[in-house]
């Protein structure tokens, strides 16, 4: 990403950010509420067109050249309406389809994906009647059904319950480990600790950190770090009207 910059009438949502996320990497990008990580990722992933800046994926414009560009990945983003009146098996098996594979490859790998996500049970049910964590997780299969080069996904865990976490955890891990990269967004510091090799911190639109895990939390933990960076904790006082 080089410049990248988006600005909604007076609001400034994301304000020039340039970012390498070296290829076989599991990136977490990580921020306040509100700090532009969504308008970043929509961004990169050809879904809201920057006011400023560029995006390559592999050497590919993403706004020059979308269609290879969006070939090489598979995106989870935050808060799109995915086609809730078709049941989970379809909506995957649609987002294969749609992607130009043949119809055998799609049904063998739905399967499986609705395996491992724990949706097995539920796979004739309509999207519109899941609940939030099986909604990030069939929306997750969706973006994976392509073996794409690059998963960008925007808040995978939330909602998720621990099991269902662990088993998509392993499964990015995996991925990782045979060549894919990952982008994650992420609140839980623990989380991106533990699971990823680098992280951008972002606030207010801007960059204030980015790196190898350890090059940006040093000696602290990743959390305090972030704390650290981003400032905010509000001191003191607190509610003095709340008690009972
Ligand atoms: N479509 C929009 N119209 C107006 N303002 C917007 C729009 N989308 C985002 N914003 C604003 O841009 C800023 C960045 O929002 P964004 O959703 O990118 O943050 P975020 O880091 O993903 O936050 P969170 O962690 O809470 O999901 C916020 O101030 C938000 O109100």
Known sequence: MRGLAK???EKVAVNGISLDVPAGSFYGLVGPNGAGKTTALSMATGLLRPDQGQVWIHGTDVWQD??????????????VRLFDRLTGEQLVTYAGLLRGMDRDTVAERTRDLLRVMDLEADAGKLV???SAGMTKKVGLASAMIHAPH???LDEPFEAVDPVSAANIREILA???????????SSHVMDLVQRMCD?????????LLAAGTVDEVRGE??????????????????GLSWLRT
């Not at 995996?174 to 994650?184: D, E, H, L, R």
């Open 220 to 237: 602290q933990s990743l959390e305090d770090r972030f704390v650290e960076l981003v400032g905010g904790r509000s001191s003191g006082e």
């Open 7 to 9: 600005r909604f009438g």
């Open 128 to 130: 519109a009647d899941y």
């Open 198 to 206: 680098h992280v951008a911190v972002i606030a207010q639109g801007n």
């Open 174 to 184: 995996q991925y990782v480990a045979n060549g894919g990269t990952v982008i994650v």
């Open 66 to 79: 979308p269609l290879p560009a969006k070939r090489r990945m598979g995106v989870l983003a935050d808060g």
């Open 150 to 152: 690059l998963l960008v």
